[in-house]
């Protein structure tokens, strides 16, 4: 489901409760990180467990030489990000792809591990990276090859989805549209989780008035089934929307 599909439903089932007046998109949007950030730590809190990756976002960062940001005697080389990246989730290890540099391995590590890593010899193509404490993006090595790395891709969670967003790593034209407009790209939660993110959203905005039942007691999961109905609903609508504004 995109940011619009979900913020579409909220917003009618407020309509409906006659309180839509009080909520905006952007709390909507505030809401949606704030109750996706809970949702992964609760489920993804054991680090052993696989995260799908319709959970994670690619952003794209520029890097750009830098002197050391610790103490380090060595020749290992440093590149740190041009400008500070979103906030990185507690959940999930964080995935960086080089694109030009060939047989190396990105290795994503702690603050403190970063100051202790990058001296073996025979680890030369190893590249550390880490996120310092002024929020930018560190990364070192001893290959050479380094040094001639202008921008990277990082997977990861991000606390903001929407700031993760701006930044994202588009290759064809449609998505690069998309960049443009967050609420048209796709909300990065596994489906699985959806029904629980608007559930939780609604009891927040309208406390007890807000109580879904399975009034039919028929082993079937009914809310997940409303919802799913309540999707389809809004895509038509949606779509209508969209259609009426393209005339």
Not at 16 to 24: D, E, F, T
Not at 34 to 63: A, G, H, M, W
Not at 72 to 86: A, M, Q, R, V, W
Not at 209 to 231: F, M
């Amino acid at each position: 489901m995109t940011y619009n599909q979900i913020a579409y439903y909220i917003l009618d089932a407020l309509k409906l409760s006659g309180k839509s007046s009080y909520y905006n998109e952007e709390h909507i949007l505030f809401l949606l990180d704030k109750y996706r950030s809970f949702l992964l730590k609760q489920k993804y809190s054991d680090i052993k467990k696989p995260i799908p990756e319709s959970n994670f976002q690619t952003i794209c960062i520029d890097v750009e030489p830098t002197q050391s940001p610790i103490n380090d005697c060595g020749e290992t080389l440093f590149l740190k990000s041009s400008n500070p990246i979103p906030t990185l989730s507690t959940v999930g290890t964080p995935f960086i792809s080089t694109g030009v540099i060939q047989n190396v391995r990105v290795v994503y590590v702690s603050r403190n591990r970063f100051a202790h890593v990058g001296h073996n010899k025979f680890l030369k193509n190893m590249i550390y990276c880490a996120v310092g404490a002024d929020g930018h993006l560190y990364m070192r090595a001893s290959n050479h090859q380094l040094q001639y790395l202008e921008s990277v891709q990082l997977s990861g969670i991000f606390q903001d989805s929407t700031e993760a967003a701006k930044l994202s790593c588009s290759s064809s034209s449609q998505e690069s549209q998309l960049c443009n407009n967050i609420m048209e790209s796709t909300f990065p939660l596994e489906d699985a989780l959806i029904p629980n993110l608007i559930q939780m959203i609604m009891q927040d905005l309208l406390g007890a008035s807000w109580r879904p039942k399975d009034t039919t007691n028929n082993d079937k999961d009914d809310l997940a089934d409303l919802i799913g109905a309540a999707q389809r609903l809004m895509d038509n609508r949606y779509n209508k929307t969209i259609a009426g504004d393209a005339q």
